[in-house]
């Protein structure tokens, strides 16, 4: 193991897609100066690669080797995180539910999850890391400092989904958004490999009633009373 993965704090925060997960761990990241892990992009990225060359989502060892492959590259923007696949810019499209929906049946698979594994470990580099998925707690970094799991009602994630849908100009039916999510959840809860679930170490934190800067300021103070940041 290298010394900067043994040296890097890392903030792990895992929990259901809606939850804010992608978000606050952008602020936090920003607010930090720390590197950024979005893990879900990479599963999401390596359904769309799939797509963009004839790939089965059934046909799980091709997967691995459309995993292995990627060539993404995330490019930081003031408020947000461009995404390129290929040299195309994939930053609207991999946020789609179809590519979602698709992300989640890819990232049951073993194979792929593996293959990803190495990948996202390197993301561990002074001077600290905040990294965003689904299990990040549980498999990706087992030895993160600090440990979240944020979550919030299935009602509530359709209706923030429904809003950024809506500001991108897309009109999408809330009950049909509903039905997605609670789909998709109980699939990540159920699969074989690295289920969605808090770490027995996480903070669970449900962000239904709490704003994004105060779940912002939450993990900054967490961080600093577990001695992961100086004092302000």
Do not use: N
Not at 86 to 111: K, N
Not at 129 to 134: E, K, N
Not at 141 to 146: G, K, S, T, V, W
């Amino acid at each position: 193991m290298s010394e900067s993965r043994t040296q890097a704090p890392v903030l792990a925060i895992d929990g259901p897609g809606g939850a804010g997960k992608g978000t606050i761990s952008r602020l936090v990241a920003e607010r930090l100066g720390w590197h950024l892990l979005d893990s879900g992009a990479l599963y999401r990225l390596t359904a769309l690669a799939a797509g963009k060359h004839g790939v089965s989502l059934e046909d799980e060892a091709r997967l691995a080797e459309v995993a292995r492959g990627l060539d993404v590259v995330f490019v930081a923007e003031a408020d947000s995180t461009r995404v390129l696949l290929e040299g195309d810019d994939a930053t609207t499209t991999i946020r789609t539910e179809q590519v979602g929906d698709a992300a989640s049946r890819v990232a049951a698979l073993p194979a792929v999850r593996e293959a990803l594994l190495s990948r996202q470990r390197d993301f561990r580099k002074p001077p600290g890391l905040v990294a965003d998925g689904r299990d990040m707690g549980t498999v990706v970094f087992i030895d993160a400092p600090l440990k979240i799991f944020l979550t919030a009602s299935a009602e509530e994630r359709a209706h923030r989904r429904q809003r950024q849908l809506r500001e991108a100009g897309v009109d999408a039916s809330l009950s049909s958004l509903l039905k997605e999510i609670q789909a998709r959840d109980a699939r990540d809860m159920q699969r074989s490999v690295a289920p969605l679930k808090p770490a027995d170490d996480a903070i669970t934190l449900d962000t239904t009633r709490l704003t994004i800067p105060e779940v912002v300021d939450r993990l900054t103070e967490l961080l600093t009373q577990r001695g992961l940041l100086p004092d302000a």
